[in-house]
């Protein structure tokens, strides 16, 4: 059980706002999030989600809005560690080993994790001894989740946490992360790598140009945008008549494979055999998050 198991909300933002010059980073975001989700937050560079993550974490101020961490402001649930953040940029001691990295950190909570037992939730117990000098770049991420763990908190803030970990070392990260949220916890993550909000958050949350455009599971988000895909092996066509298809909005032809963006697939799927009797390989899929993505995020141009 988890000091806050009581809350019905993790985290709440309300009317955030935050400009920076003439820039609108954050522009009037309302945010709720239950203890145990899973939260994916995405957006292209520029929509205002690392500004979000830090006024989240209380290392900036909003201009405007409301911050509440399981009733806590930001400050007090980092000093409480409430809070564990891992973020991308947080640099290590080069010449302290992993173990005592982690026990200095440790060091500044109230009720922290043995150390052993954060080092074995990250998977690092075997690099205890290694200097963190000596450490892969994917390893140097698992020694930042070891950090963010350590306070044993019940919200898990993790920026681009995958960056450079291969496959295996991802998969096992995620399975490791199911089991944290098992008990209770909650967890917000920003990535790039959007087959991993695809498969492993309960909900995703789409900003642009510093507002929120779309909340909801992975299903929910792919229904926002209208449309399928139809992919088939069409010997002899062409893009050009492929896209006269009824239905049709989009043909991608590389040599006899087609994909075809449609607005109504049915009906050109009907056409298609007509036209291309020895078409084969027909596969009909509903956007993916990859496409919806693409689609939210296209009609604004971004600033970094």
């Known amino acids: 059980m988890t000091r806050t198991t009581a809350l019905r909300?993790?985290?709440?933002?309300?009317?955030?706002?935050?400009?920076?010059?003439?820039?609108?980073?954050?522009?009037?975001?309302?945010?709720?999030?239950?203890?145990?989700?899973?939260?994916?937050?995405?957006?292209?560079?520029?929509?205002g989600k690392s500004t979000t993550v830090d006024m989240l974490l209380g290392?900036?101020?909003?201009?405007?809005?409301?911050?509440s961490v399981f009733g806590q402001s930001p400050r007090d649930a980092v000093v409480s560690g409430t809070?564990?953040?891992m973020l991308q940029?947080?640099?290590?001691?080069?010449?302290?080993?992993?173990?005592?990295?982690?026990?200095?950190v440790a060091a500044l909570h109230r009720?922290?994790?043995?150390?052993?037992?954060?080092?074995?939730?990250?998977?690092?117990?075997?690099l205890a001894n290694r200097r963190c000098t000596k450490l892969s770049g994917g390893q140097k991420q698992r020694v930042r989740f070891a950090l963010a763990l350590v306070c044993d908190p019940d919200l898990l803030v993790l920026d681009e946490p995958t960056v450079a970990m291969d496959v295996e070392t991802r998969r096992q990260f995620w399975r490791g992360m199911r089991e944290y949220t098992d008990s209770g916890r909650t967890v917000l993550f920003a990535t790039?790598?959007?087959?991993?909000?695809?498969?492993?958050?309960?909900?995703?949350?789409?900003?642009?140009s510093g507002r929120i455009v779309a909340d909801g599971s992975v299903a929910e988000v792919r229904a926002t945008v209208s449309g399928r895909t139809l992919r088939?092996?069409?010997?002899?066509?062409?893009?050009?008549?492929?896209g006269e298809l009824p239905g049709v909005q989009a043909v991608e032809l590389r040599g006899d494979s087609a994909a075809l963006a449609c607005s109504d697939?049915?009906?050109?799927?009907?056409?298609?055999?007509?036209?291309?009797?020895?078409?084969?390989?027909?596969?009909?899929?509903?956007?993916?998050?990859?496409?919806?993505?693409?689609?939210?995020?296209?009609?604004?141009?971004?600033?970094?």
């Open 9 to 47: 909300t993790a985290v709440t933002l309300t009317g955030l706002h935050k400009s920076y010059g003439e820039v609108h980073a954050v522009d009037g975001v309302d945010l709720d999030i239950a203890p145990g989700e899973v939260v994916a937050l995405l957006g292209p560079n520029g929509a």
């Open 59 to 67: 290392l900036t101020a909003p201009d405007r809005g409301d911050i």
């Open 83 to 85: 809070i564990g953040a």
């Open 89 to 104: 940029s947080g640099s290590l001691l080069d010449d302290a080993t992993v173990a005592e990295t982690v026990g200095l």
């Open 111 to 126: 009720e922290p994790l043995p150390v052993a037992e954060a080092l074995a939730k990250a998977d690092i117990a075997d």
């Open 192 to 208: 790039h790598y959007l087959e991993e909000a695809q498969e492993y958050a309960d909900r995703v949350v789409l900003m642009r």
């Open 232 to 242: 088939a092996v069409v010997p002899g066509a062409t893009a050009g008549a492929l």
């Open 265 to 304: 697939s049915d009906a050109a799927l009907r056409a298609l055999l007509v036209l291309w009797p020895a078409a084969h390989d027909i596969e009909i899929a509903a956007v993916g998050l990859e496409d919806a993505f693409l689609a939210l995020t296209a009609s604004s141009e971004e600033t970094k």
